[in-house]
Each structure stands twice: as structure tokens, then as C-alpha cells.
């Protein structure tokens, strides 16, 4: 019974090219995320996604865009790949913060993106 | 700029040792939580601690919170080598992304090594 499941688990691509990743959460959360790891292990937040409500991180590209079908799916399409996207992208969800306050974050497995 | 920093980068400890890491952030926040990540493998969620308490429990881990130095320790006792893993903290402030915001701001974290 996977809680926050990412697909494809390994991508390998070339510059250039237009890929997307795929997240499904099964737990009912409101809000979802996309993190990208770099391989420092530092990890940060691209997006996250509330009810239609989508907060941007201001640093990420405009290449990068979150797609979300429905409340349990939010998928992450990247266009013309750069050579610096290659890193590790988790996705996460969470109940739907009160208060201004997060609550606890449910990590997928991650998808290791290679760009050559 | 980053709002949490893990010290030390790196912990090597024996089994049976206890290990001690400390995160220093930088703005007010509403909590911190702690996060475990195996190699290969997503972030699980250790333990959450509000900015209105100062200790807590959760099996053989100990959170503290001095809100005034705006830092916080992670003790895991009698430690064992299924503890191998990097340890993160992430802070909660409200607003950092914008009015509203609902996004975890995470550290570099402590890359801990229990030997057997």
C-alpha cells in the first residue's frame, strides 16, 4: 500500500528533449510538492499545489510546470532539458495546512533524472 | 538563503553510542520538523515540534527547541546501525514564499554512520 508513489523510478535523457514525471498520493492529503535534490543532498522546493492554489518557488525555470489531473495526482513536466536539471525529484503531500502552519510532508521514493 | 543548517555535516558513531545533531535556522517559524532519508530512498518523517514547545519524544529520539537561539537538537539513543541515514531538519516559517505560503524549508542535513 504505497502512500505517495513517483513514476518512472530512473530517467535518462537527452538535452533538449521534453520529459514528465508522474506522482499519485493515496492518503486523501489536499496538498501536494515537488522537491528537486541536488547531488549535495540539499533539498528544495519547487512547488507546492493546494486545491488549485499553485505557490511557485521563484527560483524554479519556467521550463518546469506542475500539472495536476486531480486531488491525488500532481505530475511534473519539464521541457527543453538542461544538462543542470539532473538531479533527484521527490514528490510529497500533506494535509492541507492550518493556520499558515504545515503539517507533516509523506515523501515518494524519488525520480533520478539524468540529462546527458 | 537557506533557513536551516544541520551540524555536524557528518556523524560517525559506534552501536550502542547515542548521536547528536543540531539545526540552526534563521527566522521565526511555527515548527521544525526532522526527517530521516536511507540512501537511495525518500524522506520519512521522524518527529514534528511546535514553536511553543521545547521538548519532545517519540521512541528513542528526543527533539529540543530553544526558539530563542532559534535552534534545535536531534539525540537518537543507544543508537544501532539501521540508524545509518541522513538526517534533516526543516523549518516552517510562515510566509517565507509569500503571504499564505505553505512550503518546508529543509536543511543540507547530517549524514549519519553507525558502525556495527
Known amino acids: 500500500d504505497t502512500a505517495v508513489s513517483q513514476t518512472p523510478k530512473y530517467l535518462v535523457t537527452q538535452m533538449g528533449n521534453d520529459k514528465s514525471i508522474k506522482c499519485e498520493q493515496n492518503l486523501g492529503h489536499d496538498t501536494m510538492y515537488w522537491y528537486k535534490q541536488d547531488s549535495k543532498k540539499f533539498l528544495k522546493i519547487m512547488f507546492s499545489y493546494n486545491n488549485k492554489e499553485l505557490i511557485i518557488n521563484e527560483t524554479v525555470p519556467n521550463r518546469f510546470s506542475p500539472k495536476s489531473p486531480d486531488k491525488a495526482h500532481l505530475n511534473l513536466h519539464i521541457n527543453s532539458l538542461e544538462l543542470g536539471d539532473s538531479a533527484v525529484y521527490f514528490c510529497?503531500?500533506?494535509?492541507?495546512?492550518?493556520?499558515?502552519?504545515?503539517?507533516?510532508?509523506?515523501f515518494g521514493p524519488g525520480t533520478r533524472l539524468t540529462v546527458l | 538563503s537557506q533557513q536551516g543548517e544541520e551540524d555536524p555535516q557528518a556523524l560517525s558513531i559506534q552501536e550502542g553510542e547515542n548521536a547528536t545533531m543540531n539545526c540552526s535556522y534563521k527566522?521565526?517559524?511555527?515548527?521544525l520538523q526532522w526527517y530521516r532519508q536511507n540512501s537511495g530512498r525518500g524522506l520519512v518523517h521522524l518527529i514534528l515540534i511546535r514553536s511553543n514547545e521545547r521538548e519532545k519524544h517519540s521512541g528513542r529520539l528526543r527533539v529540543t527547541l530553544d526558539t530563542s537561539k532559534k535552534s534545535s537538537s536531534l539525540l537518537i539513543t543507544a543508537s544501532r546501525a539501521a540508524d545509518t541515514a541522513s538526517y534533516f531538519c526543516?523549518?516552517?516559517?510562515?510566509?517565507?514564499?509569500?503571504?499564505?505560503?505553505?512550503?518546508?524549508?529543509f536543511g543540507k542535513g547530517t549524514k549519519l554512520s553507525v558502525i556495527p
Open positions: 526543516a523549518t516552517d516559517a510562515y510566509g517565507l514564499a509569500g503571504a499564505g505560503s505553505y512550503q518546508l524549508t
Open positions: 510529497a503531500s500533506s494535509q492541507r495546512p492550518r493556520a499558515g502552519a504545515t503539517d507533516t510532508q509523506y
Open positions: 527566522t521565526s517559524i511555527n515548527n
